[in-house]
């Protein structure tokens, strides 16, 4: 078995308690992972306090750091393999998806906030009272970040990159079920001259553990999570305790509304990667599908085709396109909406071990779970509608709000619905694209602030007003 340790001060570390990693397509541990508690959130807490109180990090310029952010990005993509298969022997990801998708965009993405931080601009304010004020952004300081596992390392690095690249110093604290990669990276930051203590990794699970050790820790400036909305709720709460600033990245259950004057084949296309990807482990997932009438038959009997043509299997194999969901606990909820579905399955159902098959469920009355609630796996429910005005009061009719879909060739409907969809990213003819300087994140239970570009600037500096007198 591989071992991955926490990285405190630059230290890898394997001397405490342990628990394994247990890859979903064997059913077998394949890695040995140290478990933190409250002892080692305190030293890991301690050490990216030192390292930013008394360090070099928040003090280098931004050309130093960013050198040292893309050097660690040169060691992600010559370590690509070593990363994606961590990745995807912890959480059943297909081997072509993290190599091919999550590890390049990882490595982009500390390059992005590296050049975003360098070449950031900042307001110079003319007063007429004689005076002029100015903006600086200062790092916040230690940011505890904390990340969910289904697609580990790529969003870790939406929360480390820009945290670091402003000149905060980081508590990484992975998934239970995901935490190889995180090892790696920490290992890799350490090789790029990174100084010891600015990117610590602690691993352990959430309540009473190293999870709530860090969201409970007065030391820390910055609480970012991804996760469920329940625990977004747990940890809003550990927060405002000592009044610490959190960004909340939560679930979703995205709509997707293909307008009779779509064009066909491009919205089968992107509405089958819209919910079938990482086998609809994904809050962006659009498990809510919704296309009108007069060409609901045709639509559906495409997409029920191509989902059927999915590759099932193994995800080492390069072919596999849907691999086992993430671990047995999620299996087990996932199992639970189909075996318990309203509505009638069209295709799809269990597979083998925990792989939950395509599943394409039609007549699901609105109000039921399986239309309202966040399935997180391969299943799609789809819903007829008449108008424009039925099919974006069904879009909003969700606790979450975090993205919607809309496919249609009228180039007016498109931007009229968008306005009108209650959700952070809105996505017209397309799914997934993403510029890193957009904001991203979700209206309602789907979370609180966004990241990306500026955002994450606001969120990971304390922006600071500084008015000079000019005298006559
Ligand atoms: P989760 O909430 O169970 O766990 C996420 C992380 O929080 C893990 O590291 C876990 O150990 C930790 N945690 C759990 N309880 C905690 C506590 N009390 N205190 C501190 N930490 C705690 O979520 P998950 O099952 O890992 O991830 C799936 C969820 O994440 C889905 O709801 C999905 O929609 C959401 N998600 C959202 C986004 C987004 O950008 N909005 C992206 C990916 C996933």
């Known amino acids: 078995m591989e071992s991955f340790g926490h990285v405190i001060d630059g230290e890898e570390r394997m001397d405490g308690a ?16 140290a478990l933190g508690g409250a002892a080692e959130a ?86 007429d009272t004689g005076h002029h004020a100015y903006t600086r952004y200062e790092p916040a300081g230690v940011v505890a970040a904390i990340a969910p596992w289904n697609f580990p390392l790529m969003l870790e690095s939406w929360k480390v990159a820009p945290a670091l690249a402003w000149g905060n110093t980081v508590v ?9 990669s995180a090892t790696i990276l920490a290992r890799l930051a350490c090789e790029a001259g990174i100084p010891p203590g600015v990117l610590n990794v602690l691993h352990g699970y ?28 747990v940890i809003a709460a550990a927060a405002a305790r000592n009044l610490t600033p959190v960004s909340l990245e939560l679930g979703g259950k995205g709509a997707n509304l293909v307008f009779a004057d779509a064009d066909l084949d491009d919205a089968v296309a992107w509405s089958i990667k819209a919910v079938f990807t990482n086998a609809g482990q994904v809050c962006l997932a659009g498990s809510r599908l919704y296309v009108e009438r007069p060409i609901l038959e045709e639509f559906l009997a495409r997409f029920v085709a191509a ?33 318990n579905s309203a509505g009638r ?13 395509p ?77 890193l300087r957009a904001p991203f994140g979700g209206f309602a239970d789907s979370g609180w602030g966004r990241e990306g570009g500026d955002f994450s600037r606001e969120f990971f500096t304390e922006p600071k007003a500084v008015v000079m007198a000019i005298r006559p």
């Open 18 to 33: 342990s628990f394994v990693s247990v890859d979903p397509w064997t059913q077998q541990p394949w890695a040995d992972v």
């Open 42 to 127: 305190d030293l890991a807490v301690a050490a990216a306090r030192r390292a930013f109180d008394e360090g070099p990090w928040p003090r280098m310029g931004f050309a130093e750091r960013g050198a040292l952010i893309h050097r660690l990005a040169d060691l992600i993509g010559e370590h690509a393999d070593e990363l994606a298969t961590a990745d995807s022997r912890d959480m059943g990801k297909p081997m072509s998806d993290a190599l091919g998708k999550d590890v390049p965009r990882t490595a982009q993405n500390f390059r992005f906030f590296a050049d975003h931080a360098r070449l950031a601009t900042a307001q110079t304010l003319p007063m």
């Open 172 to 180: 990484l604290k992975p998934a239970e079920d995901t935490p190889a």
């Open 206 to 233: 959430g309540p009473e553990s190293a999870g709530s050790a860090l969201t409970a820790d007065a030391r820390v400036d910055r609480i970012t999570f991804t996760g469920e909305s329940g625990t977004g709720r």
């Open 307 to 339: 989902a059927e043509q999915l590759v099932i299997g193994d995800p080492r194999d390069p072919a596999t396109q849907i691999g086992p969901l993430a671990s047995a606990t999620h299996h087990a909820k996932v199992r639970g909406y189909v075996e």
């Open 345 to 357: 399955i069209v295709t799809g159902g269990l597979g083998e071990g925990w792989v939950v098959r």
């Open 359 to 435: 599943t394409v469920v039609v007549d699901a009355p609105a109000d039921s779970a399986i239309v309202r609630e966040e399935v997180f796996g391969p299943v799609v429910t789809v819903t007829p509608f008449d108008s424009e005005r039925e099919a974006v009061g069904a879009a909003n009719d969700s606790p979450y709000g975090l993205n919607a879909m809309v496919f249609t060739e009228n180039l007016s409907r498109a931007h009229r619905v968008a306005a009108q969809l209650r959700a952070g990213t809105v996505w017209a003819n397309c799914f997934f694209i993403r510029d």
